[in-house]
């Protein structure tokens, strides 16, 4: 897979990190020199995120296998009770949500059960949060925006069917009518017209404008 290249709080340069066929992690510094492997023992299918933990400005490394949550320190050490085993495994990469940028993470991904699954940063499942239900397998990453104070989280399945949540996982937005997205497109804030909140593209490369508010195609849950 690709390398990631992730700041070192130590001495402001970047780390990068590698991982082999064989699932070792490898860290280099910033001129090439092996710092520290891991053997992680399964593919890792998420990226790489930098999280806060402890909330004092330290940079963990956080990712997901298949069957668990994976938290890093620096000099390669497992975090607290990390590594997380899954009680359901995970379908596709981890999401990680920050809502009020207070570093209070939100690890979110969707399970072979095509259930979307919660966890706090301790790995532990958010209580209050309904695992929405996808009709396929969702292998992309679920994707946050905030948005005029509301927050947002889009799913997208195999079939490029949206779905729209809030942060307690039920249905933000309702579609009157059945959306397919372009497998790699995203959705972004739509700053250019007033067309719809929220934009992005079918399968045929066609502009489409979602909307929270009572237009055409969609209502507020």
Known sequence: GQPYLI???????????AFDVDNKMYVFDSEGNLLWKKAINEPVISEVFAIDYYKNGKIQYLFNTPTKLHLIDLLGRNVENYPVRLNQNANNGL???????DRNYRFVFAGTDKKIYNFDKNGKQVSGWTKAQALG???????????????YIFLMDANGSIRILNRQGKDRILLK???????????????????????TTDKTGKL???????SPGFNIY
Do not use: C, E, W
């Not at 999401?95 to 940028?101: A, E, I, K, L």
């Not at 009518?177 to 934009?199: D, E, M, W």
């Not at 489409?208 to 009572?214: T, V």
């Open 177 to 199: 009518r059945n959306i397919t997205q372009a497998l790699n497109s995203s959705i972004y804030v739509n700053s250019t017209n007033n067309k719809g909140q929220f934009i």
């Open 208 to 214: 489409m404008f979602l909307s929270a508010a009572s």
């Open 95 to 101: 999401s990680v949500f920050d809502y009020g940028n």
């Open 137 to 151: 397998n969702v292998d992309k990453p679920l994707q946050h925006i905030r948005h005029n104070r509301r927050d």
């Open 7 to 17: 700041r070192n709080h130590r001495n402001n340069t970047f780390n990068i990190i």
